[in-house]
């Protein structure tokens, strides 16, 4: 069946540049994990270990998308989301919210510098043409 929703938000990421395609994946997996954590407190498991399963992914992603090559910070950021992935793993596996609280404490101040950081490059304004592609791989993605 055709879903409008979800052809609109496939549409959107589609269309976005990589800097906004990360950091609409952080507030994403923000609010996984929070809602996980939410669920855990409230001894719901099936929906913490749903929603922290979608923030793995997230963050799979992430890595798989990371080239550690274009800057000298991405082998470190690497080595963090890799502790990440093993964090929200174990968390999910154990239920244990503190757990998902310390990957929320670790992911909210990474997505507010991706979000600054994306806003750095933001593309100039109409009346300053930038080159195609040129804000590729600026932040490690694309």
Same mark, same amino acid.
């Given at each position: 069946m055709y879903d409008v929703r979800s052809r609109y938000l496939a549409d959107t990421v589609a269309t976005v540049g990589p800097a906004r395609l990360l950091t609409m994946l952080y507030d994403r997996m923000l609010l996984d994990v929070e809602r996980a954590e939410v669920a855990q407190r409230q001894g719901d498991r099936v929906e913490g270990t749903a929603q922290l399963t979608h923030a793995q992914e997230i963050i799979a992603e992430l890595i798989a998308s990371l080239d550690t090559g274009v800057w000298d910070g991405g082998p470190g950021l690497l080595s963090l989301y890799s502790f990440l /992935?093993? #964090? /929200?793993? #174990? *968390?999910?596996?154990? $239920?244990? *919210?503190?757990?998902? !609280? $310390?990957?929320? #404490? /670790?992911?909210?101040? /990474?997505r507010d510098a991706w979000h600054d950081a994306a806003a750095a490059v933001a593309p100039?304004? !109409?009346? #300053?043409?930038? *080159? *195609?592609g040129a804000l590729m791989g600026d932040l490690g993605v694309g």
């Open positions: /992935l093993t #964090e /929200l793993i #174990e *968390a999910s596996m154990t $239920g244990d *919210a503190d757990r998902t !609280a $310390g990957c929320r #404490e /670790l992911i909210a101040p /990474l100039a304004p !109409a009346s #300053e043409p930038v *080159a *195609a």
